[in-house]
């Protein structure tokens, strides 16, 4: 299945911003940031199609998968 997958902020680093990628049937989210190497606690907000989800989720065809680390400030 192909999936659109969106980095924010400090995950870019090194990464890309936007990618399209070629997954399994049945891949879910932990599935890409393993891919990436990011650790689960490095990510904050998980979104598919602009809504929060799990890292669990299972992927589906066309899915636009959106990370974003957590962000500090003041």
């Known amino acids: 299945m192909r999936v659109t997958i969106k980095l924010f902020a400090t995950l870019r680093e090194g ?21 990436l190497g990011i650790k689960q606690e490095e990510i904050a907000i998980i979104l598919v199609n602009g809504r929060d989800t799990q890292v669990e ?18």
């Open 15 to 35: 990464r890309f911003k936007v990618e399209n990628w070629e997954l399994p049937a049945r891949a879910s989210v932990k599935h890409v940031f393993e891919r």
């Open 57 to 74: 989720y299972e992927l589906q065809e066309g899915d636009a998968i959106s990370l974003f680390p957590p962000v500090g400030g003041g």
